[in-house]
Nanobody
Framework: QVQLVESGGGLVQAGGSLRLSCVAS????????MGWFRQAPGKEREFVAA????????YYADSVRSRFTISRDNAKNTVYLQLNSLQPEDTAVYYC??????????????WGQGTQVTVSS
């Protein structure tokens, strides 16, 4: 069982930056692949980025590839999402998720409660 708690969201102007954090409970964090997703009002949840257990493989949605960076610190049981050059369309609740299978075909079994990111124009 993994419990995930996100933080770092907030209100930022267009062009600004934020860093989201997701802290996981348990001693097996380093065995999990981690992902970030987001859900905007009235829209379905969408994939943003993922990182494998070692941090050696990273994946991004095309819409964020050049602006967002996912990273992890296994010693701190934490995964990060650096958001740069934020735009109003990035406004959403951001969720982190954990997968205990394979990064190429993940099953996101564990989810955090989400953190709100609002970008003003």
């Amino acid at each position: 069982q993994v419990q995930l708690v996100e933080s770092g969201g907030g209100l930022v102007q267009a062009g600004g930056s934020l860093r989201l954090s997701c802290v996981a409970s348990g001693r097996t964090f380093s065995t999990y692949n981690m992902g970030w997703f987001r859900q905007a009002p009235g829209k379905e949840r969408e994939f943003v980025a993922a990182i494998n257990w070692s941090g050696g493989s990273k994946y991004y949605a095309d819409s964020v590839r050049s602006r967002f960076t996912i990273s992890r610190d296994n010693a701190k049981n934490t995964v990060y999402l650096q958001l740069n050059s934020l735009q109003p369309e990035d406004t959403a609740v951001y969720y982190c998720a954990a997968d205990g299978t394979t990064i190429t075909n993940p099953k996101w079994d564990y989810w955090g409660q989400g953190t709100q990111v609002t970008v003003s124009s």
